[in-house]
């Protein structure tokens, strides 16, 4: 059976290469004649996987050794009570929060059972169809939380602002995939089943000289500093996701990096939305500025044409183009690994329904 065309929002196309060398490593580990499944994460082989993850990070992201690089359970939605845990002060602790999606709202609701949260900037009210600019984020702040890219609404912040405490960014839905100055940023963090890796991991690169100021005592799993003192292995580390989205990232690396990647995204988006915007039939949800190279969210204007178009795309060999359930319509994830070229065949489905 030939490989289909897969728009997924995550879990969701990873490199074809990746599928390869991770199945045969659960047969067959660094030909040690052993699964990497069945290997304990503290020997020497698996160890090296640990290093050699935790340090392309850094090479691809550009950061020094005031960073660590942490590979966690629980999602990037335990990362949005661990910011707060972390990061927010015991006495009278306050963050500041934008909300641009149903992903920021749920971090916003965490923060809220440690402290203050005020709410700097929202599009809810405009069903998350834009990115709000106008606001100031002051010292009075333990952290300003954002959310890079909004898988569902397919917005992204295309640039980020200047503020008078930490920055913390959840960039699940596009870290890798465009360049920017990650060191604005004190802690990032991102869900690995995107442009990443399997689900079951998270990545946290933090700052480290941010931890250890709030005067709440923070229980251990929860801890970063825990996590960073045992690099990484403070309990078993979900080790299968780790070791696939270290290879996504040699993939990467070995393909131009960072900024190869952007040109390769920028070119798939481009297709995409030039063909919603000159075809009648088709609208994205959100506004011309604000729109994700990774998550293009989009309606038919003629909900009659719905079945044809549905039957089209499927004949076409593509799948995972349903929108969220929250908003309905379509989604074409167009994250790193998926080739332009079912872009194109998403593009002439579009073109050919009259
Ligand atoms: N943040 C963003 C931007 C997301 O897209 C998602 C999931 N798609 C999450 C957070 C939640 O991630 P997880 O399912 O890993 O908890």
Sequence with gaps: MSKKHNFSAGPCILPQEVFQKSAEAILDFNGIGLSILEISHR?????????EARAIVKRLMNLGDDYEVLYLGGG????????????????NGKAAYLDTGTWAAGAIKEAKNF???????SSKEQKYSFIPKDYT????????????????????????????????????????????DYSQFDLIYAGAQKNMGPAGVTLVVVKK????HTGRTI???LNYQCHIDKESMYNTPPVFPVYATLLTLQHLEK????????ARNEAKAKLLYEEIDSNPLFETFCQKEDRSLMNVSFQLLDESKKDEFDAAWKAAGISGLNGHRSLGGYRASLYNALPIESVQVLVEVMKNLK
């Design 137 to 180: 984020v002051g010292s009075e702040y333990d952290y300003f939380h954002c959310t890079s890219n909004n898988t569902i609404y397919g917005t992204q912040m295309k640039s980020f602002p200047k503020v008078d405490t930490l920055m913390v960014c959840d960039m699940s839905s596009d870290i890798f995939s465009r360049v920017i």
């Design 76 to 91: 990037a939605s335990l990362q949005f009570l661990m910011v707060p845990y972390n990061l927010m002060r015991a006495e």
């Design 115 to 121: 402290g203050t949260v005020d709410i700097v900037g």
């Design 43 to 51: 020997s020497k082989d698996f160890v090296a996987v640990m290093d």
């Design 209 to 212: 000289s941010i931890l250890g």
């Design 219 to 221: 229980p251990s799993i």
């Design 255 to 262: 393909n131009g990096g960072i900024a190869a990647a952007e």
